[in-house]
């Protein structure tokens, strides 16, 4: 049995302050396979992703989560980012006197060493046409490179440039916590071959959180999770999806 290329998360349980907001989750990724969480708000779908990531607010009461057969609960976010984990956040922040370029040229040559420490760093000529390569694919202007992260950016901007950011860092296993909100639908179609193209050429495992069913259609995912109170409910194909857009939430939740 290989334990390598999967996410494993066992029985966890995650507190903020003295609350329990994850509730006993289990979820298996493997590399190469995309799942989605969709579900109602408050129901735990960013506290999952960010206690996964490491974030210091988010406790972990129980459980294990296991990356390549790994416990990483010990790490801090970026030893994490080093073994290739990826989030992209709901809210990105706003950074001030970092810019964009420097900010990705320097995470991404880190999580290159932490791959292979004979690998060469990205200085910032050789860096500049990878990054505007990829800003281009996300109809960003190359001005961005010298902005400060996030700083000032719109709402889908901010989206379009955390895909960016996992196309160059290429992480094996990739979190994106609703993506898709705040895009309209020329920037939807945009972030969501964005998305696809890193699937398909770099192959890494997904977990995408979104509320929307129009993203699952440019999308190729193979399971759908819904989450309700801390806990993953119902487990799916597709045909998940239409019928929690046809069919609403209430349904399944009390199953
Ligand atoms: P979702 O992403 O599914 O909408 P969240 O994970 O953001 O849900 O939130 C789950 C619950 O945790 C909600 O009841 C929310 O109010 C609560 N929560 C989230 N962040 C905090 C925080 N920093 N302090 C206290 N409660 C929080
Ligand atoms: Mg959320």
């Known amino acids: 049995m290989s334990k390598t290329g999967q996410l494993q998360i066992d029985g966890l349980k995650v507190a903020i302050g003295k609350k329990d907001i994850i509730k006993g989750l289990n979820l298996k990724i493997k590399s190469g396979e995309m799942h989605?969480?969709?579900?109602?708000n408050g129901?735990?779908?960013?506290?999952?992703?960010?206690a996964l990531m490491g974030h210091p607010g988010y406790v972990v009461t129980a459980g294990k989560v296991l990356l390549d057969g790994k416990d990483?609960?010990?790490?801090?976010?970026?030893k994490r980012a080093k073994m290739g984990l990826f989030l992209a956040f709901q809210y990105p922040r706003e950074i001030q006197g970092v810019t964009f370029g420097n900010f990705l040229r320097l995470a991404a040559n880190a999580v290159g060493k932490a791959k292979d420490k004979n690998s060469k760093p990205y200085g910032p000529m050789d860096f500049y046409p990878v990054i505007k390569g990829r800003l281009e694919a996300m109809k960003l202007d190359s001005n961005f490179i010298g902005r400060g992260l996030n700083e000032g950016f719109s709402g889908g901007e901010k989206k379009r440039a955390e895909i960016?950011?996992?196309g160059i860092l290429k992480p094996r296993f990739a979190m994106l916590d609703e993506i898709d909100s705040g895009?309209?639908?020329d920037a939807l179609?945009?972030?969501?071959?964005?998305?696809?193209?890193?699937?398909?050429?770099?192959?890494?495992?997904?977990?995408i959180i979104t509320h929307y069913e129009r993203i699952l259609k440019h999308l190729t995912p193979d399971f759908i999770h819904v989450m309700a109170d801390?806990?993953?409910?119902?487990?799916?194909g597709v045909e998940l999806a239409k019928r929690l857009e046809k069919e609403g939430y209430d349904k399944f939740i009390g199953l």
């Not at 972030?191 to 495992?205: E, H, L, N, R």
């Open 43 to 50: 129901s735990g779908k960013s506290t999952l992703l960010n």
């Open 164 to 166: 960016v950011q996992m």
């Open 72 to 78: 990483i609960l010990g790490l801090t976010p970026d």
């Open 183 to 185: 895009l309209d639908i």
């Open 189 to 207: 179609k945009v972030a969501a071959k964005g998305i696809q193209d890193v699937f398909k050429t770099d192959k890494p495992g997904m977990l």
């Open 36 to 40: 989605i969480i969709m579900g109602p």
């Open 230 to 236: 801390g806990k993953i409910v119902k487990s799916g």
